[in-house]
């Protein structure tokens, strides 16, 4: 069976560069469950994009070896004029599935 698991997404700040302009989607302390779809919309597509392996590592269980937290990642949106840095974190079991 393979274990699959809820990852939430946080947002732990944002950096505006002086030429910059505040990020206009994201707001720091906003939170996602990534296993709903309508919170994955929520996110600038630009940011999902590069969070998305990130996500699947934690969601099936994985973890990143360069993190203290075996259960979190930080990643940041590519955006270089206004970069969000979002927190994953993998939180519990939400279903078993049949492997393949």
Do not use: Q
Request: some cysteine; aromatic content about 8%; charged content about 30%.
């Amino acid at each position: 069976m393979t274990k699959t698991y809820r990852v939430i997404a946080r947002i732990l700040e944002t950096r505006d560069k002086p030429s910059g302009t505040p990020c206009e989607v994201h707001k720091v302390g906003e939170e996602f469950d990534l296993t709903k779809d309508e919170d994955r919309a929520k996110i600038c597509k630009w940011a999902l994009n590069s969070l998305f392996p990130f996500i699947s590592v934690l969601e099936f269980g994985g973890n990143f070896p360069w993190e203290p937290d075996p259960a979190k990642a930080l990643v940041a949106c590519p955006d270089p004029h206004n970069v969000v840095v979002f927190e994953l974190e993998r939180v519990e079991e939400i279903t078993n599935t049949p492997s393949s």
